[in-house]
């Protein structure tokens, strides 16, 4: 019994340092008076763009301020001027945030796709990992798209014809587009270990392994 209980809590103090060190930010916010040049004119490029300071991927990505700012010149068309709707487009990005488990990404457009018409009960089931039911038509082909691109690397005939059936073939290419965008940015967030902003607490339960 001894032996069992030692065991335990030393599994227990392994796992919660494992998961204080998963915490950790990698790659935080970097002072003012550590940037270089180029990272101070990318900040401000992006300001010009946004109207915003630099913020959750974009904090790490500053790393390499000639990928930030490319970066932000394809969301920004990705984002706000793509052939989709809003509803459509925020349900690529949750399927994306939902698949790397990228809580950032969930906590930013989780409101938005709400706001852009998509049901609750299909982000639900997102959050949950599951194919969401009762999808519109539109909703469905796109879904049937992401799944199998991610899940095969590849689309059959049948899937591509109805996507282009229904979001026509630059909304295919715009799905695919923020598929690999958003990607990108739960990769860099995930590596980095970037924060939810301050009182925020992850709303996804990770994948079992």
């Known amino acids: 019994m001894q032996l069992f209980l030692g065991t335990l809590l030393l599994a227990t103090a392994v796992a919660g340092a494992a998961a204080r060190a998963d915490g950790q930010d990698r790659m935080p916010p970097i002072p003012a008076d550590k940037l270089t040049d180029a990272q101070k004119k990318a900040i ?18 500053l790393r390499s301020p000639e990928v930030m700012n490319r970066a932000r010149a394809m969301g920004d ?13 925020e349900f690529v990005i949750l399927l994306t945030a939902r698949r790397w488990t990228q809580q950032y990404e969930w ?23 599951q194919r969401p039911p009762g999808m519109a038509d539109d909703e469905d082909a796109v879904y ?4 199998e691109v991610q899940r095969n690397q590849s689309v059959t005939d049948a899937t591509y014809a109805r996507a282009i ?25 995930n590596t980095a270990r970037t924060p939810m902003p301050p009182g925020q607490q992850p709303a996804l339960a990770p994948f079992p392994r």
Do not use: C, N
């Not at 010009?48 to 300071?53: F, P, Y």
């Not at 068309?77 to 487009?89: E, F």
């Open 107 to 129: 906590h930013a457009h989780q409101p938005l796709a709400l706001q852009g018409g998509l049901r609750a009960g299909i982000v639900a089931a997102i959050a949950e990992g």
């Open 44 to 61: 401000e490029e992006f300001k010009a763009a946004r109207s915003v300071d630099i913020s959750g991927p974009f904090v790490p990505m």
């Open 77 to 89: 068309y990705l984002r706000y001027k793509s052939s989709l709707p809003p509803r459509l487009s």
């Open 165 to 189: 059936a229904r979001v026509g073939e630059q909304g295919v290419v715009d799905v695919l587009g923020i598929t690999g965008y958003y990607t990108m940015l739960a990769m860099v967030m």
């Open 144 to 147: 049937a798209l992401w799944d």
